[in-house]
């Protein structure tokens, strides 16, 4: 963010706006003859008093690459059910659990790790996640769905099927490798307990 625009936010912060206020209430202070030659000093004074006191803006943060994907992966999910009837049997179930899996990964990947390697790995899996999600599934459906009239239905539908065959294996392959945190941190109690209790 450049110097200019922070100026600009700071211009129109709640901080600078109630500070703008303490300081006109100096100044008429001053022109009500309540205050006299020290109203500049008073005038400053009430606007840090003010800008102190306000609360801060609330910060306008863009929204996780999680989340983002979380609401992707639910419309294509919704868009293959509506359009499930143009589909082969059992192709909304196909891609409705690959989602699920993938939901099940990003909530893993919302929680960092403690292990290094495991946080060094996390965008990597992200872009696997979204890559799916935003590429791999929605060309399968699309292709079959845009096939010519001309081409067979029954090899189109073995062709889609197999492809989600191996977006499923690839999806289960990402959530064996992403750990579960709080399985893994309920197994170190389980420990823990163990060992101050004398459990074997």
Avoid: F
Wanted: hydrophobic share 45%; proline share 6%; net charge negative.
């Amino acid at each position: 963010m450049g110097t200019s625009e922070r100026i600009r936010r700071y211009l129109t912060s709640r901080k600078n706006i109630a500070g703008m206020a303490g300081a006109v209430l100096g100044t008429g202070l001053h022109v009500a003859g309540l205050i006299g030659d020290i109203w500049p000093v008073v005038a400053v004074g009430l606007y840090g008093v003010g800008a102190l006191v306000a609360p801060a803006d609330p910060r306008n943060e863009a929204p996780r690459l999680t989340d983002a994907l979380r609401d992707d992966g639910e419309q294509l999910g919704e868009g293959t059910a509506a359009r499930g009837r143009d589909l082969p049997i059992g192709t909304v179930e196909a891609v409705r659990r690959i989602l699920d899996v993938l939901r099940l990964v990003l909530d893993r990947l919302d929680e960092v790790a403690d292990q290094p390697a495991d946080r060094a790995a996390a965008p990597e899996r992200l872009a696997i996640v979204a890559e799916i999600i935003r590429v791999d599934l929605p060309v399968c459906l699309d292709t079959y769905l845009g096939r010519s009239p001309s081409a067979s239905a029954e090899k189109a539908a073995a062709e889609l099927v197999t492809q989600l065959d191996v977006i499923a294996s690839s999806v289960d392959r990402l959530a064996a490798a992403v750990p579960d945190v709080h399985a893994e941190r309920a197994e170190e109690l389980t420990r823990q307990l163990k060992q101050r209790h004398g459990e074997p």
